[in-house]
Structure formats: structure tokens, C-alpha cells
């Protein structure tokens, strides 16, 4: 099984650190995509915040079919 990684605000993603999430924090939308482009090969799923994910766009209704899985956090 691959990395599990979560994206966004830190006050939305700290808790899943407790889990063994990888974080990557993004306080703006420059910073999350740039935490999305920075996604290594061995990642399996992307948690996002609602902000994280607009910011991402396309890629995250629509990832390739090798690439993670992807969840976006309700509002």
C-alpha cells in the first residue's frame, strides 16, 4: 500500500497526522498546488480540504487512472 497524503489548512488536516498521514500544508492556492504537482509515484491517496481542491482543479474530479485516489473533506 502506498502513502496516504492530506492537503490543506493545518487546522483541517493536523488530527490525521495521528494516523500516519503525511501533511502537507497549504495556506494558500499557489502552496496547494504545488503540494499536488510534489505528489511522489508512491502515493496512493490525497485527502484535501474543499479549498485544496479547488485550488488543484481538474486533476482531482478527474485523475488519471494511475494515479491516487482522491477524497475531498465535506465543508
Request: no cysteine.
Amino acid at each position: 500500500m502506498g502513502a496516504v497524503v492530506a492537503i490543506g489548512s493545518p487546522d483541517r488536516i493536523a488530527g490525521f497526522a495521528l494516523t500516519g498521514v503525511l501533511l502537507r500544508v497549504a495556506t494558500d492556492d499557489g502552496a496547494a498546488q504545488r503540494a499536488w504537482d510534489e505528489l511522489d509515484g508512491d502515493v496512493s491517496l490525497v485527502i484535501l480540504t474543499v479549498d485544496a481542491a479547488r485550488a488543484v482543479g481538474p486533476a482531482v474530479a478527474a485523475p488519471h487512472p494511475a494515479g491516487p485516489l482522491t477524497v475531498v473533506l465535506p465543508a
